[in-house]
Each structure stands twice: as C-alpha cells, then as structure tokens.
C-alpha cells in the first residue's frame, strides 16, 4: 500500500466511525492533533472534538491557558475542502 492510499484508508476509516458514532448519539473525539493538516483532515471527517498540541500544551494549572493563537483559531473559520460523507 503506497502512501496515498494509506492516507485514502485512514480518512474512509475515521469517517465511517465517525459517522457510526453520529448514528449513535455519540460523539468522535480527534486526538493528537498537532499540526493544522491534522486539524483539517479531522473537520473532513466531520469529527466534532478535537484535542492536541496544536491548541496548547498539557499542564495541570487549568488556569495556564491563555486565548488561542491567532492562526490556530483562524483555522477553525475556515470550511473543509471535501467532507468525507453526507
């Protein structure tokens, strides 16, 4: 399997589970999201939480967290470029 189709399996699994997880009144939870490729490929997904480094790192003094970088929270205006299903 060549890396394009790697990437192609992996996006049809989390979106099929994500889907699953939709039809079951659940929610999918993205995790490890570090990068904004990431980011994207998860909002493709329709996964509706996600969570990683991209938005900060781990620290046990909630009150460590500060407002968003500004190019990270742009992301989150921007529309997918394809969605997986629907």
């Known amino acids: 399997m ?19 997880q939709f039809l079951r009144h ?15 490929f998860v909002r493709e997904c329709e996964v509706q939480y996600v969570q990683g480094f991209l938005f900060g790192e ?5 009150l460590s967290f500060g407002k968003m970088d500004k190019n990270v929270e742009k992301l989150f205006g921007k529309k997918p470029t394809r969605r997986a299903f629907g």
């Not at 049809?12 to 994500?18: G, K, P, R, W």
């Not at 781990?58 to 909630?62: E, L, M, S």
């Open 58 to 62: 781990p620290n046990a003094n909630i």
């Open 26 to 40: 659940s929610f999918a939870i993205g995790e490890m999201v570090d990068k904004p490729k990431g980011l994207e």
């Open 2 to 20: 060549n890396q394009g189709q790697h990437e192609t399996f992996s996006h049809q699994i989390v979106a099929e589970d994500t889907q699953f």
